[in-house]
C-alpha cells in the first residue's frame, strides 16, 4: 500500500535520504525509526508527495506520487510533525474544509467524515473550538484528524505522539493500533518504547538510509550484542564473580550490587552459548544459595545503539554527511536517553538509568 | 472547480477573521472617501461644477494611489502565510491542482477588492442624488480601477508565493508595481528608443485613459495581459518544488 522505491532526495549537494526502500501493507503498522535529522520527515514528505524524490519511486497504492498525483493523493492521509494548522478556522470547519478538498462530495458525506474523524481522535467537544485556542495536544490530534478525515487507506503519520503528554500519547498509540486494521500505517518516532508496543514491523533509518527493517522482537534477537544474565547469590562478591568469571564463553563478569550478604552480578556471554546450567551447578557446588538466574533481555533500544555503533565504528562518518551526522547523533542520544529503559527485574522502569557496566 | 470554490470560501473565512482585513478596508474606504470629497470641494471651487466627467479624473487618480497602497498588504499573505504555518505543505499532499490553489486566492482577493469599490459607491451615489451627472465616465473609471486592483493582486500573489516572510512579500509586491508605474516618470531620462516600448508598458499610461472616461480596448487588453503574466508566474513558482524542494519549517 505504502511503497518507497529506492528513494534518493538531495538539497543541493546534501544528501537528506539515499537509497531507501520499505514497503507497508494494509492491516500493517510501521515504525519509522532513526535520531532526529536521519530523513524520516524527508521520505514521509517525499512518500506524501510534497516533492518528488531525486531518484527512486513512491507509490502509494501502486500509485506514483510524481506520475498520477492526484490518484495517489486521494488514498493518502499525512500528518505532518508540527500540526500545521489554520489558527482561526474552528476544527469542523477546518475538518470539513479538507474533507472537501479530499473529494468528498457533497454537505452530509462531508458532515459524517468529519464526524467520524472527530470522533476516532476523541475530539467531539472541541469541534465548535478555534484552532487558535486548543492546547498542543489537542491541536496534534486535530493534524491527526486531517489526515483521517477521508478515510484514506494509507496514514503517514510523523511523530503523531510528540510533544503529548503521557496519556495522550497513550491515547494516539491506541488510536494508530484501531486504525491498523483497516489501514497501512507509516509511523515514524524516535522513541523506541513506543515503537515497540505499538508497530508490527520496524524500519531504522540512520543518516539517511535504512539499517534495518525487522520486526521488533526479532531485530532485538538478531542484533543482540552479547547474551547476559543476572545472577544473584547468598556468597561474598569476589569469590561469586571469579567464581562465575572461570566458566568457559563468559565474556565478563560485572559486579550490579551488594547488600545484606547477597550478591548481585551481570554475566555477558559469548553469543550462542547458554552457560545458564553450567552457572547453577558452580554456584550450587559452593553451597551458595542460588536467588534469581535470570537472561536479560536486549531492548530495541540497546539493538539500535548498537547498529548505530556498528555503522559508525569501521571507518567514521562519511565525509558529506559528516557535520549532520555529528548533530543527528546528539540529538539521537538525548532522546534515546530520555526513552523508557527496560530494567531486568521490573520488566519496565520509567526513566529508569541505562545499564550499570 | 468546487475545490477552486473551496479555497476560495476558506481564504475569505480566513481574511475576515484577522483584523488585517478590517484595518485595511477601513483605511481604503476612508482613504478614498477623504479624497472624493476634497476632489469635489476642488472641482467646485477651481474646475466649475458644469462639466462632471473632469471631477472623476482627479478621483480615480487618487483612489489609484490607494489601491497602490492597499492592495499588497492584502495579498501578502496568501501563500506566504500558509508556508510560514507548513499548511501549504499540506496542501501540496491534497489532490488539487496547483492551478486551482491559485485560483481559489486569486479570487478570494479579487472578491475582497470589489468589496471595498462598492463601498466607495457611497460618495458618487450622494453626489448624483444631488446633481446628477452622465454614468459612463464613472463606469469607465470603476472599469479601470478594478482591473489595475487586478493586475496589483496578481502581481502580489505572485509575490506571495516566493516567500514565507508577508514583509518581503508585501515589499516586493510594492517594487514590481511602482516600478512598473513610474518606469516612464521622466521620458527624458530613459532615452528616446526606450521611452516609447516602456510607455506602453508603463501601468500608470494604461490607466490613465479609465480615468478620463475612455475605455480603451488596448489598456483593457495591457491590464489583462499583466494579470496574465503574474498568475503564470505565481503558477510557475508554485511548481518549483518540482526541483527545489521546501525550505524545511
Known sequence: ??????????????????????????????????????????????????????????????????????????????APERAALHLEMTVVELLGFTAGMKDVRGRRARREAVGRALEHTGLASMAPRRIGTLSKGYRQRVGVALALVADPPALLLDEPTAGLDPEQAADTRRLVRQLAARHAILVSSHALAEVETTCDRVVILHRGRVLADDRPATLGQRLRPASRVDVEAEAPPDALTATLGAVPNVRRVDLLAVT?????????????????????????SKHWPLLVLAPVETSLEEAFLALIAATQAPNGPPPETAEAGRESGQAGRRGLGASEERSPRSGRAPHGPPDKK | MTKTLLLMRRELTAMCRTPLAAVLGAVFVGLTGYFFYSDVVFFVLVGGANQTSGLWRFVFL???????????????????????LGTLELLFTYPVRDGELLAGKFLAAVLIYLGLLVATVLGPVLLYTLHPFALTPLLA?????????????????????????????????????????????????????????????????????????????????????FTALFLFLAHRALGARAWRGLASP
Not at chain 1, 545484606?260 to 550450587?284: F, K, M, Q, S
Open chain 2, 141 to 225: 473609471g470603476y472599469l479601470g480601477l478594478f482591473l489595475l486592483g487586478v493586475a496589483f493582486i496578481a502581481c502580489g500573489l505572485a509575490a506571495s508565493v516566493v516567500t514565507e516572510n508577508q514583509v518581503v512579500a508585501a515589499v516586493l509586491t510594492y517594487g514590481v508595481v511602482v516600478f512598473s508605474w513610474f518606469a516612464t516618470w521622466n521620458e527624458a531620462a530613459i532615452g528616446e528608443r526606450v521611452a516609447p516600448v516602456l510607455l506602453q508598458l508603463s501601468l500608470f499610461d494604461h490607466f490613465y485613459g479609465f480615468a478620463q472616461g475612455v475605455i480603451d480596448s488596448r489598456d483593457v487588453v495591457f491590464l489583462l495581459g
Open chain 1, 260 to 284: 545484606n550478604g547477597t550478591t548481585r552480578c551481570r554475566v555477558e556471554i559469548e553469543p550462542g552459548h547458554d552457560v545458564r546450567p553450567e552457572l547453577a551447578t558452580r554456584i550450587t
Open chain 1, 1 to 78: 500500500m505504502i511503497q518507497a522505491e529506492q528513494l534518493t532526495k538531495r538539497f543541493g549537494g546534501a544528501t537528506a535520504i539515499e537509497d531507501v526502500s520499505l514497503d507497508v501493507q494494509r492491516g500493517e503498522v510501521v515504525g519509522f525509526l532513526g535520531p532526529n535529522g536521519a530523513g524520516k520527515t524527508t521520505t514521509l514528505r517525499v512518500l506524501a508527495g510534497v516533492f518528488p524524490p531525486t531518484a527512486g519511486r513512491a507509490l502509494i497504492d501502486g500509485l506514483d506520487v510524481v506520475q498520477q498525483p492526484l490518484a495517489a493523493r486521494r488514498r493518502l492521509g499525512y
Open chain 2, 62 to 84: 487618487d483612489d489609484r494611489l490607494v489601491a497602490l497602497l492597499v492592495l499588497p498588504l492584502l495579498t501578502m499573505r496568501l501563500f506566504a502565510e500558509e508556508r510560514k
